[in-house]
């Protein structure tokens, strides 16, 4: 009898321990999925996006970057999480890791979240900055040729800055119907309502925020002032170009392009030419050095443009920029300078005069003739200035 309860104790406590061995493992083995893994965002806008933790047991979760954050950050079971994600304003891509972990279990969700700006970034040189004296149509008194060495790395936005971008931007601090706000850029107007204007494309207040007129958010923003452009690039962390930086850009690259580049009056196609079809100007007035004369000829089959067009509806220069010869004109940071380079002595780093009345425009518009769009073409507006033909795009200078 004893023998036999000392068998059924036996049992019992080997029941038992079995029992215990198996709450162990599943107290240290806790279930943790997530999904999805990654999560690729198509916006650089500030929104929100979901994924979702199964679990069996308590959990955490924790952001590497400030500008991505989670709710709720802890919780118990199966849940759907919430991110939400500030404006991407800049011109890089952003990554952040979200860590989730239950006991000691851990897994991870990658946010990806694209730049408002899409950017080039190109590498420091040597160029012939202004136009030869054959040049057709060249402004004898300020396309003086001369060397300039640029020493700094810089992105530069591959496309003008778009209505939609720019209304962002409006909206996004605060600035009113006035086109203006106190602390930006010294209360100056940065940019003139296209609802009280003609014009049937560019940025307009409807009422309680800024929108692109309708279909025309693509189309290169324009109305704007040189402070607008101003403001606009800062707010992005980067600023406008001088006046090398963006020449040199718009003569693109060629195997010797110090010297290549020199004779040449645009940088697309074979720099020979601006014809129909290779960018938004008047092309009834187009231009090719093979015409006879050379330079400017009427196209009776070219066409009158009456308005921007969506940034990108042309073939980019061989550095992958778009729209650097018509569409929009673009204001560069430099004071003008009616006599720039007229000493022929190179140069490094310019950044024109220290003072002026006017800012730098360049690359021509839609409003205008071919000649007015080459690499060299230059002229100057005071940064009060408005007009459908003027808008800009961005640099990021590297260190």
Known sequence: MKIGNLFVLGAAMAIAAASCKRNSSSESDPTLNVNP???????????????????????TAVSSESWCTVSPASGNGDVTITVTLEANTGHTAKSATITISAGAVMK????????????????????????????????????????????????????EITNAQYAEFLNANGVDDTGKKADIQNDEVLIIDAATTSIDYGVAWSGDKWEPKPGKGNHAVSNVTWYGAKAYATWVGGSLPTEAQWEYMCRGEYPNKATETATLPFGVGDGTKLIEGMAHFTTISSYDLAATPPGSFYDPNGTTMQSTTDVGSYQPNNYGLYDMHGNVQEWCEDWFANDYG??????????????????????????????????????????????????????????
């Not at 806008?45 to 679990?55: M, N, V």
């Not at 160029?127 to 530069?156: K, N």
């Not at 205008?368 to 940064?383: D, F, K, L, Q, V």
Request: proline share 7%; net charge negative; with cysteine.
């Open 108 to 159: 991870t969700v990658v946010v990806n979240q694209p730049p408002m700006i899409v950017a080039e970034l190109f590498t420091q040189g040597v160029f012939i900055m202004g136009s030869p004296d054959s040049e057709p149509y060249r402004v004898i008194s300020c396309e003086a040729q001369h060397e300039v060495t640029l020493t700094h790395d810089f992105y530069m936005s591959r496309y």
């Open 342 to 399: 007229c000493g022929n002595a190179a140069v490094t780093d310019p950044t024109g005069p220290a003072t002026g009345t006017s800012r730098v425009i360049r690359g021509g518009s839609w409003h205008e003739m071919g000649s007015s769009c080459r690499s060299a073409a230059r002229n100057g507006y005071t940064p009060h200035y408005t007009t459908p033909y003027i808008g800009f795009r961005v640099v990021w200078v590297q260190p």
């Open 37 to 59: 893994a990654t999560i690729d965002l198509v916006s650089s806008h500030a929104g929100d996006t979901t994924f979702a933790i199964t679990s069996n047991r308590a959990w």
